[in-house]
């Protein structure tokens, strides 16, 4: 098929532009508006407020006028206005768009606690069609080609909505999903390979994707690079976006993995630079992100290096508009020009706000040791524990870590180790833990999140 162009192509070199700033600020107030004449909880949010819409022009006043809202704030919000419609009169009122138009739910991968859920009517449909477009445009893929799904599909965000954006773009869509096990997804890419030759896509975890090297060989009796796989496109969890992870699975798959996040109205994709550079954003057009603070809340410079909770607000989207939502996510955003030469500005995940730690002042997320300690295998397993001894958020220095060293380190060279992983982390987060050496499989392993906490105060 001929390359066809998604039909937005022209905000692409405006991403990260004050003429993207001047869009932004034109759409925001009919977007409030049609929140405040849409959902009869919002209209008594922002009355609450004492907020006049009409005042609102800059992301400044608007800055100004909300609080940032997290996903307890919001529920809070929801479930105060009970009542007899029960919950779908609730969501009705909720919601910018009646129940009846919502076409499909899905949710969030719920890593992180409770799944959240998203509400799709046709038009929000079609919006996650565009940014799906612009990511998998970036990610090098174009209609016609053959891409394996072989994430969850069942009820995540980066299943059937997935799905449903690949038929959109024209892909060849080969929806074999996680559930359905690995022999089957490996033997399902074994076919395609045979009958088309390569593969252009495949949606992967990056934990799935490891597990998949291991497997391969033993469930076809080829390595995993023989299968053909132009590129993983990967989601749902961090990994992509870890050096070392990034390149062993580049490494055994031989070819690029692309890192992405995000739901209709916002979403980030990462670039084939051979060095991760971050997610660059690609929706500005319909979202507006910002910066805040995670203790004070308040809106922090939206400059290259700064760090701070994602904030958000959709500047498009029937059913689901949150103003200044909080995600709760920790970033690191650079908005100096990629090294790929593509436009956006580029976010790196950190961690948390749930799961910050502070030693001496100094903001610490167990994401952040996770990925410097990740960095270390083979000479560590990569599991490890952060030792407290009073609950959190306060640590009285030094920050205590177990950490498994790996099979083939001798005794002798374990202080030498410990020394370079503080000397590293001293450099990358400003704090220099005193770390405990335990033998390899010591650790308690999860399939699910990891639980880097060790609550020694609970005895
Ligand atoms: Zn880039």
Redesign the pocket.
Known sequence: MEDRPYWNMEMEPLLNTPEMREIQQKRLKPQLEMIYERSAIQKKYIDSLGVNLDKINTLEDLQKAFPPMDKHEMRQLVMSNMGEGGIEGLLNDFLCAPLNDVVLLATTSGTTGEPTPYFFTQGDLELMYESMARVLWRCGLRPGDTVVHAMGLSMFGGGIPCILSLVNFGAGTIPVGAESGTERVVTYLNIVNMVKGEIDGVFMTPSFAEYVIEKCPEILSVEVKNLGIKRLLSGGEPGAGIDSVKKKIEGAFGCKIYDMMGLTSGFWC????DEY??M?FVRDDTCIMELVDPETREPIPFEDGAVGEVVGTPLAGDSLNLIRFNSNDIMQVFTTP?????S?A?YKVIGRSDDMLKVKGVMVYPAAIDNIITGFVPRVTGEFRIVLSEPPPRVVPPLKLKVEHGEDVPEHKLPALAGEIADKMHDAIKVRPEITWIPPMTLERSAHKTQFIEKAYEG
């Not at 990629?338 to 593509?342: A, V």
């Open positions: 990462s670039c084939d630079h550079q971050g660059h990629c090294l790929c030469g593509r956006g580029r």
